[in-house]
Nanobody, 122 residues
Framework: QLVESGGGLVQAGGSLRLSCAAS????????MGWFRQAPGKEREFVAA????????YYTDSVKGRFTISRDNIKNTVYLQMNSLSAEDTAVYYC?????????????????WGQGTLVTVSS
């Protein structure tokens, strides 16, 4: 089970930190990721982190602004989002995978959270 928190309303240029707490069979996790879906658009990859080694991946539009991290003890993954703009407005989803596939595609993930809304006002 994945439970996200930390979404909300923020002004452009502001920051938010999303959290995703995992419970259950976490020992087999290979990587965790964040995706987002804006109204009328497809779900898109944002960032991912490998669970053991902490290697990170980002989509180009968030590089330098967003940081993904994980706490293996707390079974939690975070997404620190800085310099937010209206284009970042979306529902953000946390996902976990026990596979060895690309972290950038939704079908690589086994479990998904319910999503948390991030709204950036311009």
């Amino acid at each position: 089970q994945l439970v996200e928190s930390g979404g909300g309303l923020v002004q452009a240029g502001g920051s938010l930190r999303l959290s995703c707490a995992a419970s259950g069979r976490t020992f087999s996790t290979t990587f965790m990721g964040w995706f987002r879906q804006a109204p009328g658009k497809e779900r898109e990859f944002v960032a991912a982190v490998t669970w053991l080694s902490g290697i990170t991946y980002y989509t180009d539009s968030v590089k330098g602004r967003f940081t993904i991290s994980r706490d293996n003890i707390k079974n939690t993954v975070y997404l620190q989002m800085n310099s937010l703009s209206a284009e970042d407005t979306a529902v953000y989803y946390c996902a976990s995978s026990s596979r060895l596939q690309s972290a950038r595609i939704p079908s690589s993930y086994d479990y998904w959270g319910q999503g948390t809304l991030v709204t950036v006002s311009s």
